[in-house]
């Protein structure tokens, strides 16, 4: 039995990987939590523990694979920080859980986990290199480099949500401007759309009736509901954030010429014209000998990338 945890900017995940007669991993149990605003790193902490035990029933997990939303040092177990929740910077996450559960854990950044998740179970399947960039609460990427991760010198390689795309953009929690993940991310989806109502009070008429007209409870899901539902506003909203991600991934296909490119994490489920103009600005982007040389696919596995990857990294 092998424990998968799924440490989110918005929700904490753990499931129960087991084997089945053909030898082959399944997954048997999985319980989710969406966290509640502004969690800290003892409300994330206690939730998994009690999520994990959820799964176990008592049972004793031989291994556990840990997916981390945000910078860690994996050779060390250690937590650097999180972007989006407080309280965790350098915890030795990988101790605590080893004495919590007397078992061995590996951890690595979730879009590391993902992209090795993707490559062994999902939509990178026989590919050598792959780039794996997830869009959710934020903009986080992952190199699998002849089947294994590629970390960079101090494990910070594939921080492509902080590539910077306009220096006069906004704030980014990185402390400079115009990030990639204040252009593309959810939140960014759903902040630059508030403002383009407030703006615009005659326009967005579906996404406001969406709403019920409370600006409040704007969110990437509804601009890009609104948006597939033909509402000009959103749908423009959502265009530029998916330019701004392509704009990005060519330089990343410039750089690395990787096989394939997979796109998961939440704001990857806006559909194909959300795909269409990622990879038409990627290649808006590339020298002409690269623009069809690389594939940008939707990941396969979908939210649960991470856990198949806290599998792959224990396995």
Known sequence: MILAFDFGGTKNTCALFTRNEQGAFHMEN?????????PDYAYDYATMLE???????GRAPQAIGVSFGGPVRASEGLVVLSHHVAGWENVLLCEQLEREFQTH?????????????????GAGRGCASVFYITVSTGVGG???????????????????????????GPPCVCGRRGCVEQLACGPAIARTARAQLEKNPARGEILRGLLENDLAQVTARRVNQAARA????????????????????????????????????????????YFETVRAAARAN?????REAVDIVPAALGDDAPLWGALALVT
Not at 30 to 38: E, G, L, V
Not at 148 to 163: C, D, F, M, T, W
Not at 247 to 264: D, E, H, S, T, W
Request: glycine share 12%.
């Open 30 to 38: 999985i319980a989710r939590r969406a966290s509640p605003p502004n």
């Open 51 to 57: 999520l994990a035990h959820a799964v176990l029933r």
């Open 105 to 121: 854990v590996v951890m690595d950044n979730d879009a590391n986990v993902a992209a090795l998740g993707e490559t062994k179970f």
């Open 142 to 168: 992952g190199w699998i480099l002849n089947g294994e991760i590629y970390r960079g010198a101090n494990e910070l390689a594939g921080e492509i949500g902080h590539v910077v795309m306009d220096p006069n």
């Open 230 to 273: 033909g509402d000009e506003l959103a749908r423009e909203v959502m265009d530029n954030a998916a330019r701004a991600l392509g704009f990005a991934l060519g330089n990343v296909i410039c750089l690395m010429n990787p096989q394939r490119i997979i796109l998961g994490g939440g704001v990857s489920n806006a559909g194909e014209q």
């Open 286 to 290: 590339v020298m002409p000998e690269l």
